[in-house]
C-alpha cells in the first residue's frame, strides 16, 4: 500500500506543445505569405502517436491551435484520439481492416479509399449502420503502395462513384521522392496527378478539395500544394534532409537524461559488450540510463555524441539494452548533470537529423522510435 510513489526516470523527452503550437501556426503563415489567395489548408499528420511526440497530447494541442483536420495511420490511432477528447475530423491514411470497419462509425472517422475492394467493404458498413461516409479517395500516381492505379480510373471509380452511401469529399496522392531534388519521380507523380484531376472530372466525380504535399512537398514546390498540405515532420520541427527551409521552426522534443555513475579506467582497460572500447590512457567514463530498448540505436556507439557539462561527450563502447557509456575525460562529470541526446544544451545541439545522418537512418525514424518506456514530459 502506496510503497511505491509516482516517479519518473533520468531519461525523459521533454515535449513543449507551445513550439509545436508555434510551428503550425509558422507554417499556415508560411502558406499564406506565398499564396495571399486561395491558401491552402493544412491537414495536421500525427500518426505513429504524433511522430513518437504522444498522439494524445499532440492532437488536443494542434486543435487547440485552430486544427480542423488531423490525419493517422489506421483506425486504432483514430479511436485513440476520439479517447483522448480531439473532437477536429481524423483522416484515416492506411488501409482498412475490414473486421473494425465499425470503429469508422463509432469514432466518427474519415477513411481514404484506395481500391475497388475497400470500397465495397465501406459501403456494405455505411449501410449496415444506415449512415452516409464522407470518404478521400487516394490515387496512386507512380509510388505503387496504396492508391488506385492512375492510368486504370475508367475502369476501377465509376462502381466506387455510383455507391449510394459514399460521398467523395477529397481526392489525393502522395510522393515517393519529394526530399529528393535529384529525382524525376516527383515531377512525373506531379503530372500524372494533375492529367487524374481532369480524368476525375470527366468521370463526373466532383471532390470538393485535392492535396498531395508532404512536408518536403511543401517546402519544395508550391504547385503541389492545392488545397491542403499534410505535413507530418516540419509539425515537429524537423526540415526532411537534405532540405533546408526559411519556415520558422523549432524542434518540439528534446530527449535527455542524467549521468548515474562516473568511472575511471585504467591505460589498456575496455567497457561494455564486446569490449569494442579500449581506454588508450587514463579515461573518465559516465553512464547514462538509456539504451536500445529506449530507442537508442547500436550504431550510436563509437560513431555518436551527446552533450553534457557543455560539451561534446562520444559514446562509446556498446549501447547496451538499458545504458550506454560516454567519453567524459576532462569533463569534470559527476551523476546527476545532465545529457542531452537531442536537443540543446549551453549553446550547442544536436538535432534528430543530425543523430539520423550519425546512424545512416532519417530523422522520421529517430523520432518515432524513442521508447514507449521513456516518459514524455509536456509543457
Ligand atoms: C506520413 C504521411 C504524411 C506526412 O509526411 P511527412 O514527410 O512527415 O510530412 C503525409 N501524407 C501521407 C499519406 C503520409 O502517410
Not at 507551445?18 to 486561395?38: D, F, M, Q
Not at 492545392?226 to 524537423?238: A, C, S
Not at 518540439?252 to 588508450?280: D, H, I, W
Request: net charge positive; charged share 25%; glycine share 8%.
Amino acid at each position: 500500500m502506496g510503497i511505491v510513489a509516482e516517479r519518473v526516470r533520468p531519461t525523459v523527452a521533454r515535449v513543449d506543445l507551445g513550439v509545436l503550437k508555434s510551428n503550425y501556426r509558422a507554417i499556415r503563415e508560411h502558406l499564406k505569405r506565398e499564396r495571399p489567395t486561395g491558401t491552402p489548408g493544412v491537414i495536421a499528420v500525427v500518426k505513429a502517436n504524433a511522430y513518437g511526440h504522444g498522439a494524445a497530447q499532440v492532437g488536443r494541442a494542434l486543435e487547440d491551435a485552430g486544427a480542423d483536420l488531423l490525419a493517422c495511420a489506421d483506425i486504432e490511432e483514430g479511436a485513440a484520439l476520439r479517447a483522448a477528447g480531439v473532437r477536429a475530423d481524423i483522416l484515416i491514411f492506411g488501409a482498412l481492416s475490414v473486421s473494425d470497419l465499425d470503429g469508422l462509425f463509432d469514432c466518427r472517422l474519415t477513411p481514404t479509399i484506395s481500391s475497388p475492394g475497400a470500397a465495397r467493404a465501406v459501403q456494405a458498413a455505411a449501410a449496415r449502420h444506415k449512415q452516409r461516409v464522407r470518404y478521400h479517395l487516394k490515387i496512386d500516381t507512380g509510388m505503387n503502395r496504396l492508391g488506385f492505379r492512375a492510368d486504370n480510373l475508367r475502369r476501377t471509380l465509376p462502381e466506387l462513384l455510383r455507391s449510394e452511401n459514399l460521398d467523395l469529399e477529397a481526392v489525393f496522392t502522395h510522393f515517393a521522392t519529394a526530399d529528393d531534388p535529384a529525382s524525376s519521380l516527383f515531377d512525373e507523380q506531379r503530372q500524372r496527378f494533375d492529367k487524374v484531376l481532369a480524368d476525375l472530372h470527366a468521370l463526373g466525380a466532383r471532390p470538393r478539395y485535392r492535396h498531395a504535399a508532404n512536408s518536403a512537398a511543401v517546402v519544395r514546390d508550391p504547385r503541389v500544394w492545392f488545397d491542403r498540405v499534410r505535413p507530418g515532420l516540419l509539425l515537429y520541427g524537423i526540415v526532411p534532409p537534405p532540405l533546408q527551409s526559411t519556415i520558422a521552426l523549432a524542434p518540439v522534443m528534446t530527449l535527455a537524461s542524467r549521468v548515474t555513475a562516473v568511472k575511471g579506467m585504467r591505460a589498456g582497460e575496455v567497457t561494455g559488450y564486446g569490449a569494442r572500447f579500449t581506454a588508450k590512457k587514463p579515461t573518465t567514463i559516465a553512464i547514462v540510463p538509456a539504451g536500445y530498448a529506449d530507442g537508442l540505436d547500436l550504431r550510436l556507439a563509437g560513431r555518436g555524441a551527446v552533450l553534457i557539462r557543455g560539451r561534446r561527450a562520444p559514446i562509446i563502447g556498446s549501447v547496451c539494452m538499458d545504458m550506454i557509456m560516454i567519453d567524459v575525460t576532462g569533463l569534470d562529470a559527476s551523476p546527476g548533470d545532465e545529457v542531452v541526446f537531442i536537443g540543446r544544451q549551453s549553446g550547442d545541439t544536436i538535432d534528430a537529423r543530425e543523430m539520423a545522418e550519425t546512424i545512416g537512418s532519417i530523422p522520421w525514424e529517430i523520432v518515432c522510435r524513442v521508447g514507449t518506456r521513456i516518459e514524455r514530459v509536456y509543457a
